[in-house]
Nanobody, 115 residues
């Protein structure tokens, strides 16, 4: 059974930084794409950033230049470095992993940007 465990969320002031981590464990192999979505109550889940097996990355326009996605294949872990955070970045952040047998999701971690 594959599990994704997220960490790193919390409360931060505008302009601050957070680093999210998402570690995949279990019988997972041949990981292709890893990424992050976020969701605000009452709105659809929004793609934030994605990184493929060749380390090519893609970002939502709203986070370009502020967020950086990276991965450690030896640890089956994906990271999201978030800088210059804004109140509109407040959301539950979900990681996902697309691997040989399907897609798995993390449980979500709350990020709140407020003074």
């Amino acid at each position: 059974q594959v599990q994704l465990v997220e960490s790193g969320g919390g409360l931060v002031q505008p302009g601050g930084s957070l680093r999210l981590s998402c570690a995949a464990s279990g019988s997972i192999f041949s990981i292709n794409t890893m990424g992050w979505y976020r969701q605000v109550p009452g709105k659809e889940r929004e793609l934030v950033a994605v990184i493929n097996s060749g380390d090519s990355t893609s970002y939502a326009d709203s986070v370009k230049g502020r967020f950086t996605i990276s991965r450690d294949n030896a640890k089956n872990t994906v990271y999201l470095e978030m800088n210059s955070l804004k109140p509109e970045d407040t959301a539950v952040y979900y990681c996902y992993v697309h691997w040989r047998l399907g897609v798995n999701w993390g449980q979500g971690t709350q990020v709140t940007v407020s003074s």
